[in-house]
């Protein structure tokens, strides 16, 4: 996924955050980076459940 903010002091992050979690229909908090933090691949963790959030993300 690409997003229009900066990679500056997080802000692309945050944004990254808010569309997948707003694509998976989680809770912003739901959504959290585990790995690649300051790198253009990332790992994610997304909390509810599986198949509801793959079925909403189309995998």
Do not use: H, W, Y
């Not at 229009?4 to 569309?19: C, F, V």
């Amino acid at each position: 996924m690409r997003v229009r903010a900066a990679p500056e002091k997080g802000l692309a992050n945050k944004a990254l955050i808010a569309l997948i979690a707003k694509s998976a229909g989680v809770a912003k908090s739901n959504v959290s980076i585990l790995s690649g933090d300051t790198q253009r691949k990332k790992i994610l963790r997304i909390e509810g459940d599986p198949e509801d959030i793959v079925k909403r993300l189309g995998l």
